[in-house]
C-alpha cells in the first residue's frame, strides 16, 4: 500500500558528509562540567580536523529525551555515548573515532 508513503522502498543514502554535518550534542545545565564536557569536545573535532557543531542541549525535557539521567551527557549521531561524568579530549577522540569511524 502506497498511501502516505507507506510500502514503498525508499532507499537513503548516508555519505560521509551527512554524518560529518550533524552535530554533536553537549547535554547539560550549563554548570561548569557541562561547559568543560563541551570544551574538550571542541578540542578533540579540531584534533581529528572534523568540521562538524557542536550544540548544547539545556532543556531537560529534550535530555530526558535521551535517556540520560545525569549530566553532563555526549550524544554523538543521535545515541547517548556518555553520560555523568566529563570526558577527557582523548575520550572523546576514541568515542568519535568509533562511531564517526572516519578519523
Same mark, same amino acid.
Given at each position: 500500500m502506497a498511501?502516505?508513503?507507506? !510500502?514503498?522502498? /525508499?532507499k537513503? $543514502?548516508?555519505t $560521509? $558528509?551527512?554524518? @560529518?554535518?550533524?552535530? @554533536? /550534542?553537549?547535554?547539560g545545565? !550549563?554548570?561548569?562540567s557541562c561547559?568543560q564536557l563541551e570544551?574538550?569536545t571542541? $578540542?578533540?573535532l579540531?584534533?581529528?580536523g572534523?568540521d562538524?557543531? &557542536?550544540e548544547?542541549?539545556t532543556?531537560? @525535557?529534550? &535530555?530526558?529525551a535521551? !535517556?540520560?539521567?545525569?549530566t553532563?551527557?555526549?550524544?554523538v549521531?543521535?545515541?547517548?555515548?556518555s553520560?555523568g561524568k566529563?570526558?577527557?579530549?582523548?575520550e572523546v577522540?576514541v568515542?568519535?573515532k568509533?562511531?564517526? !569511524?572516519?578519523?
Open positions: 498511501l502516505f508513503g507507506f !510500502g514503498k522502498n /525508499k537513503t $543514502q548516508t $560521509q $558528509q551527512d554524518s @560529518v554535518s550533524s552535530p @554533536v /550534542k553537549v547535554l545545565s !550549563g554548570c561548569a561547559n570544551e574538550n571542541r $578540542q578533540a579540531i584534533e581529528l572534523m562538524t557543531a &557542536i548544547h542541549v532543556d531537560f @525535557v529534550a &535530555i530526558a535521551y !535517556g540520560v539521567m545525569t553532563p551527557a555526549l550524544v549521531d543521535g545515541k547517548a555515548l553520560s566529563v570526558l577527557s579530549k582523548e577522540v568515542l568519535l568509533e562511531t564517526r !569511524g572516519n578519523a
